[in-house]
């Protein structure tokens, strides 16, 4: 019962400063992402405040998860500190209970923050940010971002047997598209290596996809006959023309409607499956990928950082501990930022990128435990 009383009193101290850092980082982090761009917007775009205050309310989820971390680190820090100064500390070790039984309850804080961080991500903030780009959009008049709609490439890989028994992955197709226009792609290319070498040239006006009888229907075009020495053996126009081809190029365009962070894991994944199978580098997407998993977990890494630095005998404002709270995450951004990038040129693995940051953290917050543990 003792420990239960304690673990509910350490659970008290560390909730109210955890409402006020997300109250706090919130309405930062609103003010400088958010409000001044769309007053901007409201001044120079002629915005209606409406629609402003309807595209303020849909990134809300996106700031608010971000501070979960950042919140965490505050709260921690303050009432361990406080603990601390007022030998609260002092008395329950002379009761007999450890600095790991102590730094307890703010990990299993921080694992339930984790949760919770990794729910808003998968449930709300896809959404909400999808909708707030589009909103953005429709109001300034411009194409959604992120929306790949020019030069379009897909090459088709299919898996072949030679006459030997060898099972092959080889180039079939290439589709080459200009422009993709309200579910049509247009002057439209395919290629056909089915026949080991270029066998036929298709080139359309338009291309639309029938998904009743999954086929490709061509719009004026012609169709040239390849023999295998690359001359054309036969050239024939047509008005329409129906071949069976793969739908991924239309599947592929409709899913980069959507950024990264506006994505789902399951639809992130996906997303980077087809754009592999198209021959694009998905290295960049693999770190976004993995920091899916990797910005949630900020959190207990926070937690044990600043449980730690709050057991030191020394007394922490709450002004100063927010100051403290704001310099560990600058520097724990820039880390990511750094990682980030390497991740996306390749210098380092994509799951290291996405990762190491964290695992510095939790290194650091390792040894001032240990420290603090003596």
């Not at 709300?124 to 008049?141: D, G, H, N, Q, R």
Request: proline share 3%; aromatic share 12%; hydrophobic share 50%.
């Amino acid at each position: 019962m003792g420990l239960s009383r304690l673990d509910g009193y350490l659970f008290w101290e560390l909730g109210l400063p955890f409402l006020f850092g997300v109250a706090a980082f919130t309405s930062l982090g609103m003010a400088i992402g958010s409000l001044f761009e769309l007053v901007r917007y409201i001044v120079e775009n002629g915005m209606s405040m409406t629609l402003a205050a309807q595209i303020f309310v849909l990134r809300l989820p996106s700031i608010v998860v971000l501070t979960f971390p950042m919140s965490v680190l505050l709260c921690t820090l303050l009432a361990y500190s406080r603990l601390t100064a007022d030998s609260e500390i002092v008395a329950l070790k002379a009761c007999g209970v450890s600095v790991y039984r102590i730094i307890a309850p703010a990990i299993g804080m921080s694992v339930l923050v984790t949760g919770l961080t990794f729910v808003f991500n998968e449930q709300i903030v896809p959404s909400a940010t999808y909708e707030a780009s589009l909103a953005l959009a429709k109001a300034l008049e411009t194409e959604v971002p992120a929306f790949k709609k020019d030069n379009i490439f897909y090459p088709v890989f299919e898996t072949i047997q030679d006459e030997k028994g060898n099972v092959n992955r080889e180039l079939t197709r290439i589709l080459y598209a200009r422009r993709y226009n309200q579910g049509a792609m247009e002057n439209m290319t395919v290629l056909d290596f089915s026949q080991n070498n270029l066998s036929q040239i298709i080139k359309a006006k338009r291309g639309i996809w029938l998904p009743k009888e999954q086929l490709w229907r061509f719009e004026k075009g012609v169709v040239y006959g390849v023999d295998q020495v690359g001359n054309y053996r036969n050239i024939a126009k047509f008005d329409t023309y129906q071949m069976n081809l793969s739908y991924r190029p239309i599947e592929l365009v409709e899913k980069s409607r959507r950024r990264p962070e506006e994505m789902t894991v399951a639809q992130l994944s996906e997303y980077i499956r087809l754009m592999g199978e198209a021959g694009q580098d998905t290295v960049g997407l693999w770190v976004q990928l993995h920091q899916k998993f990797a910005i949630p977990f900020t959190c207990v890494s926070f937690a044990l950082v600043g449980a730690t630095m709050g057991l030191r005998r020394q007394r922490t404002t709450g002004a100063l501990g927010l100051g403290v709270s704001i310099l560990i995450i600058f520097f724990f951004y820039v880390a990511s930022f750094l990682t980030n990038a390497w991740g996306q040129l390749g210098v380092l693995n994509p799951l290291l990128a996405a990762w190491l940051p964290n695992l510095i953290t939790l290194g650091i917050g390792g040894v001032l435990l240990s420290r603090v543990a003596r």
